[in-house]
């Protein structure tokens, strides 16, 4: 079953302070994978997306990883900012038949950063 | 920068009610996607659209639902008879190519009583 999980479920940090957040994915055939920021009440908006050749790719203080063979991947936040506190969430795309996708979405970690 | 856009905002409305819910896609784009996220779980994708035809619908998308483009900027969604387990946001994307990055609206908070 195509199935894509997030930790920590939840994390506080300070202002300043870099965070890790990991991925794991069972989705097959992989397609590529999306990091997607969204405020409480937004919609997501798309942070980085990659394909399985593509180890590590960042966006300003957004920096994503994939390890295609592990299926892993994590998010790592540089320098967090107040702005930053929103719920960031794996997307895993999944190649069907023709030009149809599949997106498997994660449940999201939820990051507080506190001042 | 163009973007999504989605109405109402918000959206109050008797069980079994009609309800339609608009969203206008970035211009030139092809692919149309309406998802939903009940409060504290996961986006769950509904439907896709291309060419004026569903392309992917999930088992989600039963015979309440149904998708238009009745003309060349608006995409909308219908669920005909609301039921209290509808009530969710209902989020619009597009995208140019399918591979691509879809842009999120954001959103149309339902609520059915």
């Known amino acids: 079953k195509n199935q894509v999980e997030q930790s920590p479920q939840s994390l506080i940090i300070l202002e300043g302070k870099n965070c890790t957040l990991q991925?794991?994915?069972?989705?097959?055939?992989?397609?590529?994978l999306r990091w997607y920021k969204q405020d409480t009440g937004r919609g997501p908006v798309s942070l980085t997306i990659?394909?399985?050749s593509e180890n590590t790719k960042s966006n300003g203080r957004y920096t994503a990883t994939l390890d295609a063979d592990t299926k892993q991947s994590s998010l790592h936040i540089t320098a967090s900012q107040l702005s930053d506190s929103a719920s960031y969430i794996c997307?895993?795309?999944?190649?069907?038949?023709?030009?149809?996708?599949?997106?498997?979405w994660g449940l999201g970690t939820s990051l507080a950063v506190n001042p | 920068e163009p973007e999504v856009t989605q109405t109402p905002s918000h959206q109050v409305t008797q069980m079994g009610q009609e309800v339609i819910l608009r969203c206008v896609p970035i211009s030139n784009h092809l692919y149309f996607y309406w998802y939903r996220q009940i409060l504290g779980q996961k986006v769950e994708f509904l439907v896709s659209?291309?060419?004026?035809?569903?392309?992917?619908k999930s088992e989600i998308f039963d015979d309440q639902f149904s998708v238009e483009r009745p003309d060349g900027s608006n995409f909308t969604l219908k669920i005909r008879s609301t039921k209290l387990e509808d009530s969710a946001m209902y989020f619009c994307?597009?995208?140019?190519?399918?591979?691509?990055?879809?842009?999120f609206g954001p959103g149309t908070r339902l609520l059915v009583l």
């Open positions: 991925c794991n994915y069972t989705v097959s055939p992989f397609s590529n």
């Open positions: 990659m394909t399985f």
């Open positions: 659209f291309y060419n004026n035809e569903i392309s992917e």
């Open positions: 997307v895993v795309s999944a190649s069907n038949a023709g030009n149809n996708r599949k997106l498997i």
């Open positions: 994307a597009s995208t140019g190519l399918v591979q691509e990055t879809q842009y």
